[in-house]
């Protein structure tokens, strides 16, 4: 017999657990549709050609390639013809690229589907995990004000979804490289240094001076220094992440127009009215993707930092390089869903949901079978989800059953209430027994609902 065993690196969750993960893309879902994007969904292999186009290094060792037995029969000789996809951002590229004439841009859409890596699996790592992405793609242009829009959608999400206070942290990597052609820094010698200014939180200043400082960088000790200094640059207010850019003096033309997107972006949350508490700018924000251009975005739980970056992402020039000659430039976020939720779990942040299902019919003898199965099709057509029980059992075993499903209510019907016309109503959150005439039952568990949900939240 084999043993049944979850493949490694996958999060399969029990009922209750999953429902607490569906509420929570259910949330973020409406969120990006509240802010006017649009669905997209793409096939979760695309061809290896489209795939692998932008990759390269370690992503390329981590893609799984899609193999039919009938192919691996011919062992036909170089890649598989399809691979799994690794993110949503290289099939957004070819999706745009592919329907560039029937899209109306700028393009808003949102993404929410599985990945594939193959990283070394570990807790809280994930092979396949979900990602819900949002990007806006214009056409030849984009304005910087998108990038300012972003941060309220972020903003919107995490406080629908409750999970506690929040920083939306950003940089622009003009004023980055800006700043080090001003050090002496140029080339391709910036994306070296680029990276190892996103290693800080990581690595600590120490060992990223030491990086800096040895072979291939080569920087002087005073240059490293001013690197880590402007790293450390944070705003605490709106007004005082105006008065640090005021503060970092003149530079290059490109380190200007990077400082000018952020005060346009500061400007534009303000009118957005999202809260400055929940913005700040930070320096030592570089991300480590190379194709990222101007804004980038990270989010941190305040008091919960060991959770790391919760949503990230970033403004990029072109796109779809690979795939067209047009160009299009874009900006959007991506949040790894999958690791969030088991993080905020194990955290203690988010707790195990209460079934979908609100009522259990009871059923206590055969002959009430064909009542509890017409009192159960009622209560559905007034909007409440219905399990029933379809073989009678001691009244005490199905109470268990509810309460440990997390079923709320039990509706019971014996001889007593039918002499009467009316139903008991066993509610396992209160604790509390309660009668009702069954003509009223629906409206009656209907507001009883929607009150416990009113008042915890949910």
């Known amino acids: 017999m084999i043993k049944p065993r979850t493949p490694p690196g996958t999060m399969e969750l029990l009922p209750r657990d999953q429902i607490a993960f569906q509420r929570m893309l259910d949330t973020i879902r409406r969120t990006f549709e509240g802010f006017g994007f649009l669905p997209v969904e793409t096939p979760v292999f695309e061809l290896s050609e489209v795939l692998l186009t932008k990759t390269g290094g370690e992503t390329e060792r981590q893609v799984y390639f899609v193999q039919s037995t009938g192919a691996l029969e011919k062992a036909a000789e170089g890649l598989p013809e399809l691979a799994l996809r690794f993110d949503l951002t290289v099939p957004l590229a070819r999706y745009v690229a592919e329907h560039e004439h029937d899209l109306a841009f700028p393009f808003r859409r949102y993404q929410m589907q599985r990945v594939y890596r193959g990283e070394r699996a570990q807790r809280g790592r994930f092979r396949e995990f979900y990602q819900c992405d949002i990007d806006v793609i214009g056409k030849d242009a984009l304005s910087i004000r998108h990038d300012a829009e972003i941060p309220a959608v972020i903003h919107a999400v995490f406080a629908a979804l409750d999970i506690g206070d929040f920083t939306i942290q950003f940089n622009n990597r003009k004023l980055l490289r800006g700043y080090f052609e001003g050090q002496g820094i140029a080339g391709d010698a910036q994306v070296g240094v680029l990276r190892e200014i996103d290693k800080l939180d990581k690595r600590g200043e120490d060992a990223v001076r030491e990086t800096l400082q040895g072979e291939g960088f080569g920087l002087s000790a ?33 380190f200007e127009e990077g400082r000018d997107e952020l005060r346009e972006v500061l400007q534009r949350l303000r009118a957005l009215g999202v809260p400055e508490s929940r913005y700040a700018i930070n320096l030592s924000i570089a991300r480590g993707l190379d194709y990222y251009t101007g804004t980038v975005y990270e989010t941190m739980l305040d008091a919960h930092p060991q959770i ?45 949901a209460d079934s979908s ?40 075993k199905q109470m268990q059953y509810a309460d440990r499903a997390g079923i709320r209510f039990v509706v019971i019907r014996g001889g007593d209430e039918a002499a009467k016309g009316v139903v008991s109503v066993k509610d396992l959150r209160r604790g509390e027994q309660f009668e009702v005439a069954e003509a009223e039952l629906g409206s009656a568990l209907l507001v009883e609902r929607e009150q416990w949900r009113a008042q915890s939240g949910h």
């Not at 880590?228 to 992440?241: C, E, G, I, N, P």
């Not at 009430?368 to 005490?396: C, F, I, M, W, Y």
């Open 222 to 254: 005073e240059v490293a220094e001013r690197l880590l200094a402007f790293s450390r640059v944070r705003s605490t207010s709106h007004d005082d992440a105006l008065a640090k850019l005021a503060a970092l003096g003149d530079g290059s033309p490109l």
């Open 308 to 352: 790391g970056s919760i949503c990230s992402g970033g403004r990029y020039e072109n796109l779809a390089s690979h795939y067209t000659k047009s160009k299009l430039p874009g900006v959007g976020i991506s949040i790894g869903l999958s690791r969030l939720f088991w993080q905020l779990r194990e955290a203690g942040l988010v707790g195990t």
């Open 357 to 396: 299902v609100d009522v259990l019919v009871s059923l206590l003898d055969d002959e009430g079978l064909d009542h509890a199965l017409a009192l159960s099709q009622q209560l559905r057509a007034a909007g409440l989800n219905v399990e029933t029980q379809l073989e009678p059992r001691k009244l005490a």
